[in-house]
């Protein structure tokens, strides 16, 4: 079984710094893309940013300049780190990662986090 754990949410004031975490473990023989959504209260998941295996970035246009993914392949990783926070990037957080896998059967899988909560408030 493979699985995201996340880690690293919190409160945090206005033009203040969080770096989430996220560890993917379980039988993996492979991750390609990973990523981070977030889905505010009332609101649908979005995209937030995103990271291929070779390092490939991707922002959403709301965290752009603010916010940096990257990841560490030799520990099944990816972090996600934001700067001068706003109350509007208050949401729960998800790990997302394409993850290949070999036991029993070779299958691509698209595993979630179980969200890790950002409170942006003075």
């Known amino acids: 079984q493979v699985q995201l754990v996340e880690s690293g949410g919190g409160v945090v004031q206005p033009g203040g710094s969080l770096r989430l975490s996220c560890a993917a473990s379980?039988?993996?023989?492979?991750?390609?893309?990973m990523g981070w959504y977030r889905q505010a209260p009332g609101k649908e998941r979005e995209l937030v940013a995103t990271?291929?295996?070779?390092?490939?970035?991707n922002y959403a246009d709301s965290v752009k300049g603010r916010s940096t993914i990257s990841r560490d392949n030799a520990k099944n990783m990816v972090y996600l780190q934001m700067n001068s926070l706003k109350p509007e990037d208050t949401a729960a957080y998800y790990c997302?990662?394409?993850?290949?896998?070999?036991?029993?059967?070779?299958?691509?899988?698209?595993?979630w986090g179980q969200g890790n909560l950002v409170t942006v408030s003075s």
């Open positions: 379980g039988s993996i023989f492979n991750i390609n893309a």
């Open positions: 990271i291929t295996s070779d390092g490939s970035t």
């Open positions: 997302n990662a394409y993850i290949v896998v070999v036991t029993p059967s070779y299958r691509h899988l698209t595993v």
